[in-house]
């Protein structure tokens, strides 16, 4: 009786030195309230300050000078620049340009998957999947008027590739394949959609939780089972993500299609060039109307492409 007097003497003095240890915990964990807490939020903004300022520089003010000349005629607020892009040429060209970019998202897609999957799957050597990956890291940068240049010597008129088949077949490989037009440009296009594709998908391909596979071959599914109930479930939105992002990349694409086709292929891109460097259509106000529409409709892909990255990152962490 009198042990258990003792120790329920002995638990209000227990409580109260505990009590500072969780009151000390909570002081802790409330640290960013305190002047230690904001100095550390203080010294995060001027770490950040450098970054900041180059996309207030080299993003945030082009897009609003360009926003502003679209609406600005001889420096007076004006809509025409803007009504003028539903003029029949204009529209054209956006669809031209549209298309194009959905044609080598698609396809390039595909193909892109189809190399990230084999990639991740498979024993394979380590020197074949290094060389593989370094290529596509390079290819999927290259463009402008290197990789037109290299193109047209092998594919053009008096191409290496064509003067080679013309010799060996009698075939004239140039005029079945014209890259001064939509589908050679879209051709063009694929060499560095593919890559890119590729080196999007691999994170996601890598991110599969290796007890999927595991779980689902066990219960006798085949691997194509497998990629169609369980992977590809799992994985469309960062598959629509790399699409989006492709079509991007082909929208905004202009070197490549000004050294290839010149004023050939009615694509908004070119236009733009003409309209700003050109003698004869020079129209700056026009232009950055040109711009803006391409923004909205890169910003709307993006931010699409975006939200399907948070759904994805529920399942792939």
């Known amino acids: 009786m ?3 007097l003792d120790k329920a003497a002995e638990r209000p003095e227990a409580v109260q030195t505990r009590a500072p240890r969780k009151t000390m915990r909570n002081t802790l964990g409330k640290a960013p309230g305190t002047a230690v807490g904001r100095g550390i939020r203080i010294a995060g903004w001027l770490g950040a300050l450098p970054l900041l300022a180059f996309l207030s520089v080299f993003l945030i003010a082009p897009i609003a000078t360009n926003i502003f000349t679209s609406f600005r005629v001889d420096g007076q607020f004006s809509l025409e620049p803007m009504a003028k892009l539903f003029e029949p040429q204009y529209r054209d060209a956006f669809m031209q340009t549209i298309n194009l970019s959905l044609l080598t998202a698609a396809v390039g897609g ?13 024993d394979k050597p380590a020197w074949l999947r290094n060389l593989v990956l370094s290529f596509s890291a390079v290819a999927s940068q290259m463009g402008g008027v290197a990789l037109a240049f290299a193109f047209i010597a092998t594919l053009g008129v008096q191409g290496l590739a064509t003067r080679i088949i013309l010799s060996l077949t009698g075939w004239n490989l140039s005029e079945n394949i014209q890259l001064a037009s939509f589908y050679g440009l879209a051709l063009v296009y694929l060499y560095f959609q593919v890559p890119l594709m590729a080196i999007l998908m691999l994170p996601a391909f890598g991110s599969l939780k290796k007890q999927w596979p595991e779980a689902a071959y066990s219960l006798g599914a085949s691997r194509f089972r497998y990629l169609m109930d369980v992977a590809l479930p799992i994985m469309w939105p960062p598959i629509v993500g790399a699409l ?24 908004v891109p070119i236009l733009i060039g003409f309209f700003i460097s050109g003698d004869v259509m020079s129209d700056e106000s026009f232009a950055a109307a040109l711009v803006t529409g391409m923004i909205v409709i890169v910003v709307a892909a993006m931010g699409l492409r975006t939200l399907l990255e948070r759904r994805t990152n529920k399942w792939l962490r």
Not at 110 to 122: K, P
């Open 2 to 4: 009198t042990i258990e």
């Open 110 to 122: 595909v193909l892109g998957f189809i190399l990230a999957w084999a990639l991740a799957s498979g």
């Open 244 to 267: 989006l992002l492709l079509f991007a990349n082909s929208f905004s694409a202009y070197a490549t299609a000004y050294a290839l086709a010149g004023g050939r292929v009615n694509l």
